[in-house]
């Protein structure tokens, strides 16, 4: 999947995001980059796999979140079949207490 959507563009993207330095950095840079529609949705995906991290089951998911199965389902493919960058940002957020 990464080679489907690795381009210049996208580096200078990722590239951009690791500047910042902050979370109101990122707040500022994040909103003027996406909607906010956009970004809730990036925030509940996340919201979706610390649940899923944790064992939680679909229908409590979908109480507390509000995702559709079928995000809930993307998002736990992601967890088992991709990349694991789900994990690698878990993993840093528990080194610093995050999560």
Do not use: P, W
């Not at 079928?70 to 960058?85: E, F, M, P, Y």
């Amino acid at each position: 999947m990464i080679n489907k959507i690795k381009s210049e563009n996208m580096d200078l993207l990722f590239e951009a995001i690791l500047t910042l330095e902050t979370v109101d950095d990122c707040y500022k840079f994040f909103d003027d980059l996406c909607t906010s529609i956009e970004l809730k949705a990036f925030a509940q995906r996340l919201h979706v796999a610390k649940l899923l991290d944790k064992h939680i089951v679909y229908n409590n998911i979908v109480t507390e979140t509000g995702a559709s199965t079928a995000t809930i389902s993307r998002v736990n493919r992601s967890l088992k079949d991709g990349n694991d960058g789900y994990n690698i940002v878990f993993d840093r957020l528990r080194e610093k207490g995050l999560l």
